[in-house]
């Protein structure tokens, strides 16, 4: 049977008054309305709006592009997959009018360019509503042409606004956002040494974690620190060694030790700080800097500005201790270390940010590669697919209690959001470790756990396994282990781990306005 035809016919008396307007040459408008029109069919000019957001260097506003277009995939998908095939409403009166206004091929039901542009403009908001005034505008302008054009109906334009909202906070279900605060944390006991134009401070800075050292990074450090002694790690030099010269020399001269580099590097500092028993200044200079954001250091002059006025906080500092296994039965129970294990006299690591074994190494490096240019959750579904693919299970006794796991996450602290993808702390003396397992026992687990990872559930799903503890034993017994600290992997040496915390071991210097919000 023919479907009829739904289309706003226009009623015979309009018929000659149609005809003339169709011979009417249309009006060139302004360079801005043309513009606004010309971008108010492509969805790819958000592209280019996070483009910019993203070139800008500012650390949330690449937070906020990813998110936009990360709900612009959303409504796209949404307006092509569901809305589109559904739609049967017809646009204005426009099939008379040709010249003046050129019919599109589809329907569109909601309006799927403002849909696109509520959804990418209220993404930017909820991550910066600095950033969000700048973008507003824009969108504004093109909700209106669109309007004043005879584009939309005024109902399929509040639908399409309806769901870009609602794509906007659809993302959060997978990237909670991250609060302005900075991560709690109490001042230390002993005071931190006022280091005035940053006299006493030895600062070791390692290139190689992603810090361009230009000249403008060194005139800008001697600038904010024109007393400190500044030491750049070069090819062929031993960090721990530059690190712990430093220590010394800070220690002799009554100041501070201080990092520049990436988590790496801020992981070397801490231990060589904690041995030393000296304040560490931890500078933002890797590519992600995950410490440094949490600590509340998010450029070179916060860090400056804490050491000059000596505001500092104190934090945790996770242990990895390798153990002798005791005879005799094993205590299995949930978030207890079992009774009389020993920690043995070889190997010992800290970490500030995580300690992971298994693939979850792997798959921090593979979303990492591909995050910037995909955004944080498509890059993480992919590479969990690889690592999946390419990877095998761990055979391993947790708390005296044997398991096969995929990887096993363990946080110095309390991470958000829930799942195995960890995004921030809102303390950093807490006292416990996150720990987090992906099982590989259970049926399907491969398929389970990406359907959990795709939907959002992944903290509901039986798949993975956690427990917020002070203390754990870890033996791995068949394997490759990988064991990353703070993301950078080390040979496993010793398959008998013991994790546990040492408590406000780390005196670190933070501006103390940020011990309220962000800037």
């Not at 398929?447 to 799903?461: D, K, M, Q």
């Not at 990353?484 to 496993?492: I, K, L, R, W």
Request: charged fraction near 20%; include cysteine; aromatic fraction near 6%.
């Amino acid at each position: 049977m023919k479907r009829p035809d739904r289309r706003w016919k226009v009623p015979g008396p309009g018929k000659r008054l149609t005809a003339s307007l169709a011979m009417v040459r249309p009006a060139r408008g302004s360079a801005t309305a043309r513009v606004l029109r010309a971008a108010a069919e492509h969805e790819a000019v958000w592209l280019g709006a996070a483009t910019a957001l993203a070139l800008s260097g500012d650390r949330t506003a690449r937070r906020a592009a990813l998110r936009g277009i990360g709900s612009v995939a959303i409504v796209t998908a949404v307006n092509h997959a569901l809305a589109k095939p559904a739609a049967r409403s017809a646009r204005p009166v426009l099939d008379g009018l040709p010249s003046v206004f050129p019919r599109p091929s589809t329907a569109s039901l909601p309006a799927s360019p403002i849909a696109a542009a509520t959804a990418f403009t209220s993404a930017v908001v909820m991550e910066s509503p600095r950033h969000g005034l700048a973008v507003l505008p824009f969108a504004a302008g093109l909700a209106y042409v669109r309007g004043q054009k005879g584009l939309d109906h005024r109902g399929r334009a509040a639908a399409g606004a309806a769901i870009g909202v609602g794509a906007a906070l659809l993302t959060a279900r997978w990237w909670p956002v991250k609060p302005s605060a900075a991560a709690a944390a109490a001042p230390p006991r002993r005071p931190a040494p006022t280091l005035k134009d940053g006299q006493g401070l030895h600062l070791v800075v390692n290139p190689s974690s992603g810090v361009a050292w230009s000249r403008d990074t060194a005139e800008t450090l001697r600038t904010l620190l024109p007393e400190a002694k500044i030491t750049v790690f070069e090819q062929g030099d031993d960090l721990v060694a530059l690190l712990d010269a430093a220590a010394q020399r800070a220690v002799a001269d009554g100041g501070a030790l201080g990092v520049c580099g990436g988590d790496g590097t801020v992981n070397a500092g801490s231990e060589t700080a904690a041995r030393h028993q000296v304040p560490l200044a931890v500078f933002p200079g890797g590519t992600f800097n995950h410490f440094a954001v949490d600590l509340g250091n998010l450029t070179l002059e916060d860090v400056a500005r804490a050491i000059a006025a000596g505001d500092a906080v104190t934090a945790d500092v996770g242990r990895a201790s390798a153990y002798q296994r005791p005879d005799g039965p094993q205590d299995d129970a949930v978030g207890a270390a079992p009774a009389g294990a020993t920690v043995g006299d070889g190997e010992r690591r800290l970490f500030l940010n995580t300690f992971s074994i298994g693939v979850y190494s792997d798959l921090v490096h593979a979303r990492e590669r591909l995050e910037k240019r995909i955004g944080k959750w498509p890059a993480l579904v992919i590479g969990l697919a690889n690592v999946l693919a390419t990877g095998s299970p761990l055979s391993v006794v947790i708390n005296g209690r044997p398991r096969r796991i995929w990887l096993l996450f363990a946080g110095n602290g309390i991470y958000h959001p829930a799942g195995f993808a960890p995004t921030y702390r809102t303390q950093l003396d807490d006292g416990l470790l996150d720990v987090r397992a992906v099982e590989a026992g259970t049926p399907l687990a491969r398929t389970r756990l990406l359907l959990a990872v795709l939907t959002g559930t992944l903290h509901n799903s039986r798949v993975l396994t956690t427990a917020q503890v002070r203390r754990l034993e870890l033996e791995v017994l068949e394997g490759d282990p990988h064991l990353a600290y703070d993301g950078e992997v080390t040979d496993a040496t010793y398959r008998r781990l013991v994790l546990d915390k040492l408590p406000k071991a780390l005196t670190l210097y933070r501006p103390a306005d940020q011990d309220q919000w962000l800037r």
